[in-house]
């Protein structure tokens, strides 16, 4: 199985926002410089993250985005899911499908396709984007949009 650079890259956003979590919105435009990504990649993918919840969006001068609930609530079951559509390893597990069945019978390697799938579905339900900031925390270079001014 090979998930589509739109899942990859999604998934390096989320990570990203959520080494910064709680500290403001981050443009687009420097998550595209910081992971060396095509910005109007990112604008598609962002779109899409957005509408399933999964980052916010903030409009004006200090604009970005931010991730939607803390990191270790979103899963990548859920990434996966917005970007891909299913976890489905094969078309005939997808739902609604039934292009393995002849003559009512599952196809031959079925079972092996619905255990990946099990296998597949468990260890992404399993990881969160704070895990993978555990397991790798970076450096946090980017600097949220908004700035706090101190007076004296």
């Not at 604009?63 to 996966?80: C, H, K, N």
Request: proline content about 5%; aromatic content about 4%.
């Amino acid at each position: 199985m090979r998930f589509s650079t739109r899942t990859e890259y999604g998934i390096r956003i989320l990570v990203r926002l959520g080494r910064v979590y709680g500290k403001g919105p981050v443009a687009l435009s420097e998550l595209a410089e910081v992971e060396h990504l095509p910005l109007s990649y990112l604008e598609q993918i962002a779109g899409q993250l957005r509408r399933s919840g999964l980052v916010q969006s903030r409009m004006g001068a200090h604009g970005g985005y931010l991730l939607g609930r803390p990191p270790a609530s979103v899963t990548m079951a859920e990434i996966v899911t917005s970007l891909e559509g299913s976890l489905a390893p094969v078309s005939c597990l997808a739902e609604g499908e039934a292009e393995c069945h002849s003559e009512g019978e599952e196809c031959s390697a079925h079972s092996l396709w619905e255990r990946l799938q099990d296998n597949i579905t468990a260890t992404l339900q399993a990881t969160t984007v704070a895990d993978l900031i555990k397991v790798n925390p970076g450096p946090q270079v980017l600097v949220p949009s908004v700035t706090e001014v101190v007076t004296s």
